[in-house]
């Protein structure tokens, strides 16, 4: 079963889209990524959505640039709750990318996150805290990296004059 689907406008998105795969196989929740593009595959993405929801997925992560229409389109196309990634363009630096799909039309939601890296990595471990309402054991492993994270805070220090 693949619990989520992350899905890419192209191959080249991959560098930032990993970071949200990282995250999902570091919580042990499984996972199918695909390159398809809402302009030039629409066919093949709407049977890979479809072909997802038989499967058991439970929420996907959509990423593009430019003219990102990706995560606008999945989430047209299901009831599952769909997050979409800015990835950085070559001209506007992902500014375009995040506007295309921050700015969806009232009743079709996409959740979205910040450009980039920042914005995949987050976006799987959102999608990991929607898994744990109802799973105790995610919902156990999330508060450990929570822990994690502010040990590491705790243990820094400033380096000196
Ligand atoms: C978008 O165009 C993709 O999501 C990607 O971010 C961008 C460039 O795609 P390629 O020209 O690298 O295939 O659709």
């Not at 920042?118 to 999330?142: C, E, P, S, T, Y």
Request: hydrophobic share 50%.
């Amino acid at each position: 079963m693949s619990t989520v689907g992350i899905v890419m406008g192209s191959t080249s998105d991959w560098d930032v889209m990993k970071e949200a795969a990282k995250q999902l196989k570091d919580f042990g929740v499984e996972y199918e990524a695909r390159a398809l593009s809402a302009h030039r595959t629409p066919a093949e993405l709407e049977a890979w959505i479809e072909d997802m929801e038989k499967r058991g997925c439970k929420a996907f992560i959509a990423g593009a640039g430019g003219a990102a229409h990706l995560a606008g389109v999945v989430a047209a196309k299901t009831l599952l709750p769909v997050l979409g990634v800015p990835i950085p363009s070559k001209y506007l630096k992902g500014l375009d990318s995040l506007l295309s799909i921050v700015q969806m039309p009232k009743g079709i939601p996409v959740a979205t996150f910040a450009i980039g890296e920042a914005g995949a990595a987050n976006a799987g471990i959102f999608a990991v805290h929607m898994l744990a309402l109802a799973d105790a054991k995610l919902k156990k492993r999330l508060q450990a990296f929570r822990d994690k994270q502010a040990d590491a805070v705790r243990a820094a220090k400033l380096p000196e004059l």
